[in-house]
């Protein structure tokens, strides 16, 4: 009989009694971060929590600034989102067009609420202090790695080996999965 599949709903009670703990530490806004190494099951788990904890989910893939772009990705996370949204102003950044390799159409994000930030580096040092909580995902890399490569095929493969280089750098410097709330092994 094969593994039940998982039941990742089931991380919305501690994540909400973490949340409620801490109160929003964004202006009005709740932001949970959900972050770990690609093909590690972020946006599985937040597809699985997004509604149950009623909240917006921000794509850190709409940040990235290309294929060698994950360290950009936090002064434009900081910066213009979590900075006004901090002072209960609506924020607004410029979505990363991925095909034309530049910043695309502006995109606004409301205050208020629960906002989950899904993806790499959405755990980032600088925008901890505006977390309410923090997962990390982890899988081992060949589980990681075929997970990445079925979701994104052909477009991720010539870059799978420059974006892991970038998470190893990101995450020995940033230290994320010790500054992780809650520490899931999703494999």
């Known amino acids: 009989m094969p593994p039940a599949p998982p039941r990742y709903e089931e991380l919305a009670a501690p994540l909400t009694l973490l949340a409620d703990l801490r109160g929003a530490r964004c202006g009005s806004t709740t932001v949970i ?33 290309g294929w060698q772009g994950l360290d950009a990705s936090t002064p434009v996370l900081v910066g213009q989102i979590l900075g006004c949204l901090a002072e209960d102003r609506t924020a607004t950044f410029r979505r990363w067009d991925w095909e034309a390799s530049a910043p695309g159409e502006p995109v606004p994000v409301e205050p208020g609420g629960v906002l989950i930030l899904d993806g790499v580096g959405s755990g980032a040092s600088l925008a901890r202090t505006y977390l309410s909580g923090l997962l990390w995902l982890e899988a081992p890399e060949a589980v990681r790695k075929r997970r990445a490569l079925q979701r994104d095929g052909a477009t991720y493969e010539p870059w799978w080996d420059v974006w892991a280089e970038q998470e190893r750098e990101h995450f020995a410097r940033e230290r994320t999965r010790e500054a992780a709330d809650l520490v899931v092994a999703t494999a």
């Open 33 to 65: 971060a959900v972050d770990g190494p690609s093909g590690s099951g972020k946006t599985d788990v937040v597809a699985a929590l997004a509604p149950r904890l009623d909240a917006r989910v921000l794509s850190m893939e709409d940040l990235y600034r």
